[in-house]
Nanobody, 125 residues
Framework: QVHLVESGGGLVQAGGSLRVSCVASGRTGSSYSMGWFRQAPGKEREFVAAISWSGGITSYAGSVKGRFTISRDNAKNTVYLQMNSLKPEDTAVYYC??????????????????WGQGTQVTVSS
């Protein structure tokens, strides 16, 4: 089992920046790809970004490419999502997810096995 805990959410003005983090605990000795998803009220959960175990492969949703950066520090069992140039439409609960992997970066929520509880990000206009 892998336990994920997100943090760093909050309220920010449009155009601002925020970094959310996700710390993994439990069976972290295995290789895991990590992803960030988000869900706005009344909408389905959508893919935001993903990163391979080594960090050498990343993938982004088109709506955040160039504004968001996913990274990880395996020594700290932590994955980060740096969000710049935030827009009101980025407002959502952000979830991190993990799946055992040898190098690919899943982009569908059904491909992940473990989920955090989410952290709220609100962007005011």
């Amino acid at each position: 089992q892998v336990h994920l805990v997100e943090s760093g959410g909050g309220l920010v003005q449009a155009g601002g920046s925020l970094r959310v983090s996700c710390v993994a605990s439990g069976r972290t000795g295995s290789s895991y790809s990590m992803g960030w998803f988000r869900q706005a009220p009344g909408k389905e959960r959508e893919f935001v970004a993903a990163i391979s175990w080594s960090g050498g492969i990343t993938s982004y949703a088109g709506s955040v490419k160039g504004r968001f950066t996913i990274s990880r520090d395996n020594a700290k069992n932590t994955v980060y999502l740096q969000m710049n140039s935030l827009k009101p439409e980025d407002t959502a609960v952000y979830y991190c997810a993990a799946v055992a992997s040898t190098g690919w970066v899943p982009t569908f929520s059904t491909q992940y096995d473990y989920w955090g509880q989410g952290t709220q990000v609100t962007v005011s206009s």
